[in-house]
T-cell receptor, first 116, second 114 residues
Framework: AQTVTQSQPEMSVQEAETVTLSCTYD???????LFWYKQPPSRQMILVIR??????QNATENRFSVNFQKAAKSFSLKISDSQLGDAAMYFC?????????????FGGGTRVLVKP | GAGVSQSPSNKVTEKGKDVELRCDPI?????LYWYRQSLGQGLEFLIY????????KSGLPSDRFSAERTGGSVSTLTIQRTQQEDSAVYLC????????????FGPGTRLTVL
């Protein structure tokens, strides 16, 4: 079974600085998708960024970028120029191509605090 | 356009009662998922619907949990004889197609069982 591990329960960053969230996963599949979701206090999960495993190029969305290391099964998220609105829980998630039901498997989450 | 909506936003019930949670997916999305978010278990998959196919119920924790999706759109998650360990946030998500499309989440229903 696939597992996703986020080793940092909480990270703190100064406004305008950069923070990196770590995520590792375990799978026997060669093709899959990885996601970072943000969950603010409103509870609604918002997609931040997505990476297809067959793509070597790291995905980027504005101030958010990932470092995808397939051999190491690592998928970290970098938030640059942190803003107060970035404060939230961040979840790393895995979905296999052949996984029954295409369900998402989530990590335990990392709480990001942004200091003004 | 409108996103995924869920109702009620919050639900408080007494142990032993039945509850129904509703999810309205994004129009045109054929795939619908239910997840549960609890302090002890994190985010876990419950059930998945795709079109007219039989649902994937592999994540349902017990036979007290059931779900249906009527007309390929609205879904209802039913929990019978609720227990205190059922207290959690129940999240619904939908996607245009099962793969590789991104899942879009609703705001969730917070269920509290007293």
């Amino acid at each position: 079974a696939q597992t996703v591990t986020q080793s940092q329960p909480e990270m703190s960053v100064q406004e305008a600085e950069t923070v990196t969230l770590s995520c590792t996963y375990d799978t026997s599949e060669s093709d899959y998708y990885l996601f970072w979701y943000k969950q603010p206090p409103s509870r609604q999960m918002i997609l931040v960024i997505r990476q297809e495993a067959y793509k070597q190029q790291n995905a980027t969305e504005n101030r958010f970028s990932v470092n995808f290391q397939k051999a190491a099964k690592s998928f970290s998220l970098k938030i640059s120029d942190s803003q107060l609105g970035d404060a939230a829980m961040y979840f790393c998630a895995y979905r296999g191509i052949k996984a029954a039901g295409n369900k998402l498997t989530f990590g335990g989450g990392t709480r990001v605090l942004v200091k003004p | 356009g409108a996103g995924v909506s869920q109702s009620p936003s919050n639900k408080v019930t007494e142990k032993g009662k039945d509850v129904e949670l509703r999810c309205d997916p994004i129009s045109g999305h054929t795939a619908l998922y239910w997840y549960r978010q609890s302090l002890g278990q994190g985010l876990e998959f419950l059930i998945y619907f795709q079109g007219n196919s039989a649902p994937d119920k592999s994540g349902l924790p017990s036979d007290r949990f059931s779900a249906e999706r009527t007309g390929g759109s609205v879904s209802t998650l039913t929990i019978q004889r609720t227990q205190q360990e059922d207290s959690a946030v129940y999240l619904c998500a939908s996607s245009f197609s099962p793969s590789p499309d991104t899942q879009y989440f609703g705001p969730g229903t917070r269920l509290t069982v007293l």
